[in-house]
């Protein structure tokens, strides 16, 4: 079974950058339909970004033009978050996805996330 790990979560500046890690491990550590989501207090977890392993990308409205998802290794996937702004304080996670036509759902259990805060 594959479990997946999120990191690169911190205090960071508005305006500033970071740049989450997505590892996989497991009998099987290899990572295939990833998605990054987070979820902020008080509010639903939403889909920030998604990579297919063929490569194809989905990205939140939000995080066009400032954040990228890419797939570094076998068993990992990067979100790179630029020019970050207080309302994308949250802890993000990342899941496996499953795609259905034009859906993108989650699937698999959730991890602990990690937490992004960024100061005004």
């Known amino acids: 079974q594959v479990q997946l790990a999120e990191s690169g979560g911190g205090l960071v500046q508005a305006g500033g950058s970071l740049r989450l890690s997505c590892e996989a491990s497991?009998?099987?550590?290899?990572?295939?339909?990833i998605g990054w989501y987070r979820q902020a207090p008080g509010k639903q977890r939403e889909l920030v970004a998604a990579?297919?392993?063929?490569?194809?990308t989905k990205y939140a409205e939000f995080a066009k033009g400032r954040f990228t998802i890419s797939r570094d290794t076998k068993n990992t996937v990067s979100l790179q978050m630029n020019s970050l702004k207080p309302e994308d304080t949250a802890v993000y996670y990342c899941?496996?996805?499953?795609?259905?036509?034009?859906?993108?759902?989650?699937?698999?259990?959730w991890g602990q996330g990690t937490q992004v805060t960024v100061s005004s």
């Open positions: 899941i496996g996805i499953t795609v259905f036509g034009s859906t993108w759902s989650a699937v698999g259990s």
């Open positions: 497991g009998s099987s550590p290899s990572v295939n339909n």
């Open positions: 990579i297919r392993s063929g490569g194809a």
